[in-house]
């Protein structure tokens, strides 16, 4: 059954995978799915068509046969429970690697977010550096706890799960700040260094390339 995901045509990103097109594709290599990538422009994004697929005018979005998502934590979620390789077959390990998911994206991510937010929008408010000192303990905090359950394990729980790789992919975007120090910093590497990871970013990397050299990729197989 073929499998339609949606990308930016020129991400802003340029090319660092942090849109959030690269968990859908990390996940789908690390279970050995082809996919071709449907570019939107954003405009593109914000029209009928594209809604209909993502009710916010956003990517990424997933096609696989009848099965039409949105969310990246849902797509990935659809891709674990769908091929075998990213969520453990017992019920117990299982569940706990899709609460892994919902903690990255529902108690890490939201504080990434809003000091990434902050930091665009905030910037010339009397009040910025407050605020943001505010924002980064807030994350210290949370990612001290992360990394208090990590401990001295390689991943979140006993083998490399969807779990780690939506924790990954919203710690990435930490990348080059310091508050993303060790062990999280490891974890991310040691991340990264998977092969399905290094395949997923050179795909991406590939269309920010080709939309910087004037090219228009229509579709981009794994
Ligand atoms: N909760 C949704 C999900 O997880 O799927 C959020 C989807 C989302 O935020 N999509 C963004 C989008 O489509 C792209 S990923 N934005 C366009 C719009 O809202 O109009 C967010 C993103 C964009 C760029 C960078 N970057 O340049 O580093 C990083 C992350």
Redesign the pocket.
Known sequence: MAIEITA?ES????G?G????M?VRWALEEVGQDYSVRLQS?AA??GADHRAR?P??????LQDGDVAL??????VLHIGSTWPGLLPAGLPARARAIAWIFAA?SSV?PLI?ER?TAGYLERDQAWFDARNALLGDRIRRRLSDVSVHLGARDWLEDEFTAGDLMMVSVLR?LKNDSLLSEPLARYVARAEARPAFGRAFHAQKAVFLSSQSGRTLAATPS
């Open positions: 930016f991400s802003p990103d340029r660092q942090l849109a959030r097109d968990p954003f994004l914000k993502q916010f005018g956003q990517i990424p979005t949105f969310e990246s934590g849902a797509i994206v991510e977010v990434e975007r």
